[in-house]
């Protein structure tokens, strides 16, 4: 499956932005993202920040060193950003010494893979996180999956995880410091002269108690 997910990345990286972030419902999820970020993150302390599937630098302006286990994701990123350092590596077997970073942030990867990497990831990024550092992540919501009857066709966007099922396998690494959802509506079905009322809305589900049935959840979880 990693070979698979290498190559599809590889042959989009050229097309990655236009691709998926050029449109409406894109635009919407990038900056509901990013709302979180800042919420957590300091722009102007980002040097000890590391941002694992960095794809073409969406969120480095976060960061000041960036992976992606695709040399063409790579090669785009660098060319986004000369200064940083972005070097290619697995997730799964990250390049750094322990407790090397602050922060650590991973948007879109999780939700192509299994359970069981999803835990082997979780424990590299515990080791080359400082204690008390923060892990962003985002990944499908299982339960909003359950309540439409959504299933993946294959790897892609195939994983889905709950909060019982995240705060079961951190154990007592992790603390989960918070939770939010993204896109409770289908905003971009929705007609564009009624969209930006409709947005104000979902951005209130998306932290309320049902936030959990949001389309992908962003965990904040601090390392114990």
Excluded at 63 to 86: C, F, H, L, R
Excluded at 151 to 164: A, F
Aim: net charge neutral; with cysteine.
């Amino acid at each position: 499956m990693k070979k698979e997910i290498v190559q599809y990345y590889d042959k989009l990286a050229s097309e990655y932005d236009e691709d998926r972030f050029s449109n409406t419902y894109g635009k919407y999820i990038h900056q509901q993202e990013r709302k979180v970020l800042e919420k957590y993150l300091d722009k102007n302390n980002i040097e000890n920040n590391l941002d694992i599937a960095c794809g073409t630098g969406r969120i480095l302006d976060f960061s000041a060193t960036g992976m992606d286990i695709s040399q063409e994701m790579v090669k785009v990123s660098k060319e986004k950003y000369p200064e940083k350092n972005i070097i290619q590596g697995d997730a799964e077997t990250i390049p750094f010494e322990e407790n090397s970073f602050k922060n650590i942030t991973s948007f879109h990867l999780f939700m192509h893979l299994d359970l069981e990497t999803t835990k082997s990831i979780l424990t590299e990024v515990h080791r080359v996180l400082e204690k008390d550092g923060l892990f962003i992540f985002d990944i499908p919501s299982e339960k909003r999956r359950k309540l439409t009857n959504y299933k993946s066709e294959n790897w892609h966007g195939g994983n889905q995880i709950t909060l019982k099922t995240i705060e079961k396998i951190i154990t007592d690494n992790w603390e989960v410091k918070a939770f939010h959802g993204i896109a409770f509506f289908p905003i971009h079905r929705i007609p564009i002269s009624f969209r930006s009322k409709f947005v104000k809305f979902d951005s209130f589900l998306c932290n309320s108690t049902w936030k959990e049935y949001s389309s992908h959840l962003i965990f904040v979880l601090k390392k114990c």
